[in-house]
């Protein structure tokens, strides 16, 4: 995965973006007040990096995005379908209910007909076949009830609730037309897993996850296969599982590369799954690509923003989009990374 840079400053325009290194680095010079460049400790530990490069262009597109349009929150879901990201719910001091679009081309936010469902946080979401699906979480109790976005028509339409408990902090992904649902908390921390088929609006109990019941696990599909692991079932988590929806097995791969922890985002793109942020006792910065034909783990990047525990991801055009979370307070800051 090639470097990428994210700077606090206003958006700016494709073609007002630095094209070489010599130009990046005029534009960090000229940054006030310094340390807006947050990839690295400091300004000055980036442009001595920068300085190896020469002879080496770095195409910049648009480095700064606009951040989410609703209030700083976390807890929150994202889900990423024909072209946008879709980003709401969770909690700003208060439950949410508000859903927004971020178009990537435009880089700006739209807000969207508000969720269908109650205000809540640590609900979950998928997005197949067109459509987004919101459910699950707590708004002072836990819910069940499922919804169906649709982006053409900005209509939400409930939909069979899900068959489980009414659970938080569960994992969710979609991948061959089915939404997967499992672990969580519900009193007790859960290990069910659950498919959902859109067509026939139905709920089937499948396998259970194949680690210890938990909550706070990050989840992304890809190549057919849903991926769960890291998370807290009492203590923090680096395990990882892949689970065959044909087989309906789960098989246990090698641990996270990082430290065990909790509450991390997690999105699939270009065959590969990135894991990032979240907290281990501290919050977290540090972002793994996790190869599956490969069964290994590299370490990329840190990511572009502070450390955060409990943002959202969603990949779409080749590119992960990383929103929301806490850093001791709610945020709304937005990254990318391709």
Known sequence: MPNTLSIFAEPVEAADCPETKEELC???????????????????????????????????PPLVRLNFGGTGRSASVAAAINGKVYVGTGWDGGYTKDWWEYDPVENTWTEKLEFGGTARRDAVAAAINGKVYVGCGHDGDYVKDWWEY?????????????????????????????VYVGTGYHAVNKKDWWEYDPVENTWIEKLEFGGTARRWAASAAINGKVYVGTGDDGVKKKDWWEYDPVENTWIEKLEFGGTARRSSFAAAINGKVYLGCGHDGVFKADCWEYDPVENTWTQNNDFGGPPTSDPVAAAIDGKVYVCTGSVSTFTKGFYWQV
């Open 150 to 178: 649709d982006p053409v028509e900005n209509t939400w339409i409930e939909k069979l609730e899900f068959a489980g408990a009414g659970e938080r902090y569960a994992a969710a992904a979609a991948i061959n037309g089915k």
């Open 26 to 60: 005029d534009a960090l010079e000229a940054l006030e007040p310094a340390g807006q460049c947050i990839d690295r400790a400091n300004r000055a530990e980036l442009l001595a990096a920068l300085s190896n490069l020469e002879g080496i262009d770095i195409a910049m």
